[in-house]
């Protein structure tokens, strides 16, 4: 069973692009959540929030754990900001399992968000939404470039993790969800 | 960026903030405190509503330095305020990049036969309604967010309660009608066919509901979730109370709970003292009246 934090943001699309798979997913709200898992998505939202969270809930360091010892993890968005091992504008760390340096609301504030097209790993064409999204401003020579917009790393895979600064969530496009689906196997 | 693409970018801020707190907030100090008990947004006003309610005459938006000095102090997004119907306030909110407006019945309404057109802006507009004729109203005109109004101000949650049963009652409704019966029912509810089809269909408002209005405590957060809302603005609920920290902290907590009453009970010990609230069958002045 595959596992979608539901603490705080965008976790009932992910569940439902999930679904349209065929594939069931469950919400992790608290500790005992977490047992049994196959795969987790850390899903949009405010990274804050949701890191704040997993704090008090004593989910953090149990899931940090779980990552590290090879659990699948499709982070977007906000989930890219509790998994990245720095933070360029915050004094914040989560769960610090991705090599990567982040930055948060690197494209400024609401009127700044944004759509666009292109190409994310093997996937051509695919709908990119950003909604006060971070970027990705360095990255471990271990971690693989997905995808990039406008010269910054905008999705990454190393090893069980994936994490992107856009949400495939919102667009109709589940070419990614398949993906960590096939490495949840 | 058309405009197609960018209603769907502010629907989807809105889909990133469920599951969260928007508490109100009036100096930088106050909502550096909000941002730390884990509030997904903060709305920047000068006055929080229970104050608005107390001083009564005119109520405007908030000076824009005021709101610029909050945008500076966090980095989760800021909401703010303008009055129904006045497009100006609006324009200005805009320029100073807000992240979200609310079109708000807190304030002294500017107009009051028309809302602001919401099309016209990029920024993302939320709109209260106390049924669902006047959700898809807000939803026509542009709003990508709704929350039911409440009575703001009065830490009393009877409002919100009946704005938020009504409004499901009424999609339950339209969920169970025959798709010939769904014209006359746009007709009724004075909206366009298309909007009712979506919620005929979908079984929801085609946006993200919050819910807002006398929210005090954390088991007023947790009811008002299992009502079904998506989320919770705290207005006057948490400054007004002994320990704000503290109380913002629980009601974060027991949002994403909702159902855990466990959880719940330990997040409502030791909170200090509850905003006192007044009784809205006891005030004169009844926002929640403004705008249809």
Excluded: W
Excluded at chain 1, 98 to 103: A, G, N
Excluded at chain 2, 163 to 182: C, G, P, T
């Amino acid at each position: 069973m595959v596992g979608v934090l539901a603490l705080q943001g965008a976790f009932r699309e992910h569940i439902e692009a999930l679904n349209t798979l065929g594939a069931e997913a469950k919400e992790i709200r608290k500790l005992s959540d977490l047992a049994n898992l196959d795969g987790i998505i850390l899903p949009g939202g405010e990274s804050t929030v949701q890191g704040k969270l997993l704090r008090e809930l004593d989910m953090l360091n149990p899931l940090r754990d779980m990552i590290l010892s090879g659990l699948p993890v499709l982070a977007t968005c906000a989930g890219l900001i509790l998994l990245s091992k720095t933070i360029e504008n915050d004094k914040n760390r989560y769960l610090a399992t991705l090599p990567v340096t982040v930055k948060r609301n690197a494209y400024g504030r609401q009127l700044g968000s944004f759509i666009t097209n292109g190409k994310v790993g093997d996937f051509n064409n695919f709908e990119m939404v950003f909604i006060r999204a971070p970027y990705i401003t360095e990255v471990d020579n271990s971690v693989d470039v997905l995808s990039k917009y406008d010269d910054k790393i905008t999705g990454v895979r190393y090893k069980n993790q994936i994490a992107l600064s856009f949400h495939p969530e919102l667009s109709k496009d589940t070419r990614l969800h398949e993906l960590f689906l096939s490495i949840t196997k | 960026m058309d405009a197609v693409k960018q209603y769907e970018l502010n629907k989807g801020l809105a889909q990133m903030l469920k599951g969260g707190v928007i508490m109100d907030v009036t100096t930088p100090d106050q909502a550096r405190i909000a941002e730390d008990a884990g509030a997904c947004a903060v709305m920047a006003l000068e006055r929080i509503p229970a104050d608005i309610r107390a001083a009564g005459g005119v109520s405007r938006m908030s000076d824009p330095k005021m709101i610029k000095s909050i945008q500076n102090a966090v980095s989760i997004p800021v909401m703010a305020k303008c009055r129904i119907g006045h497009f100006v306030e609006a324009q200005i909110l805009e320029a100073i990049e807000i992240d979200y407006i609310d079109e708000s019945e807190v304030l002294s309404p500017a107009d009051d036969l028309y809302h602001i057109n919401k099309r016209d802006f990029k920024v993302p507009f939320v709109c209260g309604a106390r049924d669902l004729g006047e959700a898809l109203r807000r939803i026509n005109e542009g709003a990508s967010m709704i929350r039911t109004k409440g009575e703001p101000g009065t830490g009393d949650v009877i409002q919100a309660v009946r704005h938020m049963r009504k409004m499901n009652a009424e999609i339950r409704k339209v969920v169970s009608m025959r798709e010939d019966e769904l014209f006359e029912e746009a007709k009724a509810l004075a909206v366009p066919y298309e909007l009712v089809l979506y919620v005929h269909q979908n079984g929801k408002l085609p946006v993200v509901n919050f819910a807002a209005g006398g929210v005090a405590t954390p088991a007023d957060a947790a009811l008002m979730m299992q009502l079904g809302a998506e989320g919770v603005f705290v207005g006057s609920g948490i400054f007004k109370s002994g320990n704000p920290a503290k109380r913002a902290r629980s009601i974060v907590q027991a949002v994403t709970n909702y159902r855990d009453a466990k959880l719940i009970a330990e997040l409502s010990e030791d909170l200090g003292e509850a905003m006192v609230g007044i009784n809205p069958d006891e005030i004169k002045l009844i926002m929640e009246e403004r705008g249809r």
